[in-house]
């Protein structure tokens, strides 16, 4: 009886050793870059499936717009920050499948929070930078190639407030914004 009892110990200890937790990572850092622009970022756990991310980077643009209309087609490259909440939906599904959820591999649901400041590089034209915020929600997912290398797709639509009369025009405006995203990276 007493080795029973310690034989099923042993299967109910090894059992509760097996399960696992999904949960983001404490802490990720990388750098990425995609078709207009160049980022680096930093998730920082919350929760087990929510993870803030923090991003500093550069967004390209050739703009042709009722604020660049006497410019021909400036090309710019100006500052974005962003903070956005994660909540990765699906680790415990990826991991029961046995796949990779390191580097927060998964599908999210996020709030993108933007703001590009009055201030570019290569700005040819020497067009009025107008500064802008956005708030996007936005789907998107992350998976991992190799150790370090991931890519990123995203979508969403959302709201945006573009700072208008500090360039110098006649109002402010702000409206309807579409994020579509595709990147690649380097996770550190």
Not at 60 to 75: A, L, M, V
Not at 166 to 179: C, H, M, Q, T
Request: glycine residues 8%; contains cysteine.
């Amino acid at each position: 009886m007493k080795k029973a009892a310690f034989i099923l110990t042993l299967c109910g200890l090894s059992l509760i050793a097996k399960s696992q937790n999904a949960s983001v990572e404490k802490s990720t850092f990388g750098v990425q870059t995609g078709v207009l622009g160049l980022w680096a970022y930093n998730e920082v756990k919350l929760s087990n499936s929510i993870a803030l991310r923090t991003e500093l980077g550069f967004d390209f643009g050739i703009w042709e717009t009722t604020y660049y209309d006497s410019y021909d087609s400036p090309f710019i490259l100006t500052p974005v920050i962003v903070i956005e909440p994660r909540f990765y939906y699906n680790l415990q599904k990826r991991l029961q499948n046995s796949k990779r959820i390191d580097g927060n591999s998964g599908n999210f649901i996020a709030l993108k929070t933007s703001y590009h400041p009055e201030l570019a590089l290569f700005n040819t034209d020497d067009a009025p930078v107008v500064s802008d915020f956005a708030i996007i929600p936005t789907w998107g997912i992350r998976r991992n190639i190799g150790d370090h290398f991931n890519y990123e797709a995203g979508i969403g639509a959302g709201y945006s407030y573009t700072f208008a009369e500090r360039a110098g025009y006649s109002e402010d405006e702000s409206g309807f914004e579409l994020n579509m995203h595709l990147r690649i990276g380097y996770r550190f």
